[in-house]
């Protein structure tokens, strides 16, 4: 059997009232253990040809990599973006009771 691997998912949101709601959402599916908002930061990208710029918060999600398809499938329903930054990083060193508690938290 090989050995799970956790992952951190990074979503921007355009307001902590998306972040809110995508996070619950997340939560009571148990697809996460947990998220973090971390509010107020200023995006500046490239859309339709343009530079453009815009205020949003980041969610940070706490997950095992196989369930990452599902998340992605759930933020993409519900998120307000067309295109919605979704990225997930390998958590490559982590303690063995926040490990536990993953696993317990998530299906």
């Not at 918060?57 to 329903?77: D, G, P, Y």
């Given at each position: 059997m090989s050995e799970e691997k956790y992952i951190q998912v990074t979503v921007s949101c355009s307001s902590d009232v998306e972040a809110v709601a995508l996070v619950k959402l997340l939560l009571s599916q148990r697809l996460v253990a947990c998220g973090q908002i971390i509010?107020?930061?200023?995006?500046?990208?490239?859309?339709?040809?343009?530079?453009?710029?815009?205020?949003?918060?980041?969610?940070?999600?706490?997950?095992?990599?196989?369930?990452?398809?599902?998340?992605?499938?759930?933020?993409?329903?519900?998120?307000?973006?067309?295109?919605?930054e979704i990225i997930a990083t390998p958590l490559v060193a982590l303690s063995k009771p926040y490990k536990k508690w993953i696993d317990e938290e998530t299906i």
């Open positions: 509010d107020s930061m200023q995006s500046f990208y490239r859309w339709q040809g343009q530079i453009a710029s815009a205020n949003e918060c980041l969610l940070l999600l706490k997950t095992k990599e196989a369930l990452f398809e599902r998340i992605e499938q759930e933020i993409l329903t519900q998120h307000s973006y067309d295109v919605p």
